[in-house]
């Protein structure tokens, strides 16, 4: 990195690490408050989530070099995932492109299970949005997603990376199917039983998996997926098939399915999970919650991409 900046006539850079009880908000505050032109994240999907909190909303570009299980943003800006190098090389050479962010607003938690969480949340400043208000640049999920980044053992994640979360989701195969209230903007009260709700801002995941195939970075809207299936190991097989499909341009709009996905986008959705159900923002756990809001903030984060 040094001998990269050195080439383009850059000062040193500022070097800040990050602590488990700062994860990279405060230090990123610090970076733009000392005049960073550009500010990287060096981690995982947790650190890339905290630095673009810090930075939304100030112009200031933020760089990826990914070294993280899933590495989810940097899969969806084409940043190079296995050469640190050429990462850093787009963070410093790279075109800035604007993209939006999501919000995610826990309205209510499972009182039996975060009564902990509700207590120090209260304990905050009035002006701190911790912990209820979670900001995701890739997916957020309510559901068996959840559940199975919730389960993924973390030193199996170690040695095999993203496998590990497909290792715990064989645990949920037969898990139950969730009853949910769902309102998209200002439409009506919509009802209905699921495996998993999806609401992203854009799609891809590892293992060329394209869960969200009409999903823009910089569209102003949230792309939404309701899936749901039956019958065991053939519903989620079928499911699988379908989402392979879709990831090449072929959907299957047949009702007749035990395993099936369907699309719509919103600028705010409004969940009510009255059984309780597990929550995550790009791959973090964020707990069991009752009530949620998901709403987009378009053009809010600048990022450095690759020129071509």
Not at 105 to 117: I, L, T
Not at 246 to 274: C, F, M, S, Y
Not at 286 to 304: K, M, Q
Request: hydrophobic share 45%.
């Amino acid at each position: 990195m040094l001998r990269l900046c050195a080439e383009q006539e850059l000062p040193e850079p500022l070097w800040l690490e990050t602590t488990i009880e700062d994860p990279g908000v405060g230090q990123t505050r610090a970076a733009v408050e000392r005049g960073a032109d550009v500010v990287v994240a060096i981690g995982g999907d947790g650190t890339v989530r905290a630095v673009a909190e810090a930075l939304v909303g100030t112009g200031v570009p933020m760089g990826l070099m990914p070294l993280g299980t899933g590495n989810l943003l940097a899969r969806n800006l084409d940043i190079p995932l296995s050469d640190p190098l050429a990462a850093m090389r787009v963070a410093v050479e790279g075109r800035d492109r604007t993209i939006d962010v999501g919000w995610l607003r826990v309205q209510r938690w499972e009182s039996d299970v975060h009564d902990d969480v509700a207590e120090a949340a209260d304990d905050l400043p009035d002006d701190s949005d911790a912990p209820r208000d979670h900001i995701f640049l890739v997916i957020a999920g309510v559901g068996f997603d959840a559940a199975m980044v919730a389960d993924a053992d973390e030193q199996l994640k170690a040695r095999v990376g993203w496998i590990a979360y497909f290792v715990a989701g064989m645990k949920h195969l037969h898990g139950r199917r969730s009853r949910v209230h769902v309102r998209l903007d200002d439409q009506p009260v919509t009802t209905t039983r699921l495996r998993s709700l999806l609401i992203g801002n854009c799609g891809k995941l590892p293992g060329g998996i394209t869960l969200l195939p009409d999903a823009e970075l910089d569209d102003g809207w949230l792309d939404v997926a309701a899936i749901d299936t039956r019958a065991g190991i053939a519903g989620w097989a079928q499911l699988f098939g379908e989402v392979v499909l879709q990831g090449v341009g072929v959907r299957n709009d047949l009702p007749a399915k035990i395993g099936r996905i369907d699309h719509t986008r919103a600028q705010e959705v409004r969940l009510v999970v009255p059984g309780g159900d597990h929550v995550q923002v790009d791959g973090d756990v964020v707990g069991r919650v009752t009530e949620l809001t998901a709403r987009i903030d378009p053009g809010a984060l600048v990022v450095r991409v690759p020129t071509r």
